[in-house]
């Protein structure tokens, strides 16, 4: 389960998509009719590797339990601690942020990208440069 959460989802607006591509837990998508959402478990497919002492294990599950192939549980809502291109400690509050498609990255340019939502930071959060909570709406 995606574990960047800062103000929680709605259970009752969870969906499952079926995504281009194989994808983790806690990353930024959007939709076909560019719907902002918030990948809450991995695709059904998605592998990890883990590192014990002197030894990686590789291909782990660490998909959503019953999902198929690219299919991830989606959370259409909440705010998310995720990277965002140009995002400073100074970032005011209710910045937009959006979804650049072609590299699925987020960023503060508007440009021809898709609005993803807005900064939103809890009342005494730690602000780091380049990681920002992000609410995830159309404002």
Do not use: C
Not at 49 to 56: K, Q
Not at 90 to 114: E, S
């Amino acid at each position: 389960m995606a574990n960047n959460v800062v103000f929680a989802h709605t259970e009752g607006l969870t969906e499952f998509w079926t995504l281009a591509a194989t994808t983790g837990s806690g990353v930024p998508v959007v939709s076909i009719n560019d719907q902002p959402a918030i990948t809450l478990t991995g695709t059904g497919d998605f592998v990890k590797s883990e590192a014990l002492g002197p030894y990686t294990i590789s291909g782990i599950p660490a998909g959503g339990v019953g999902l198929a192939a690219k299919e991830a549980s989606i959370a259409t809502d909440g705010t998310w601690t995720v990277a965002v291109a140009g995002g400073l400690v100074a970032t005011p509050q209710n910045t937009l942020v959006y979804f650049i498609k072609a590299t699925g990255l987020l960023t503060l340019t508007v440009g021809t990208n898709v609005l993803f939502g807005k900064v939103n930071y809890p009342k005494g959060g730690i602000r780091v440069a380049g990681s920002l909570p992000v609410k995830i709406g159309k404002f």
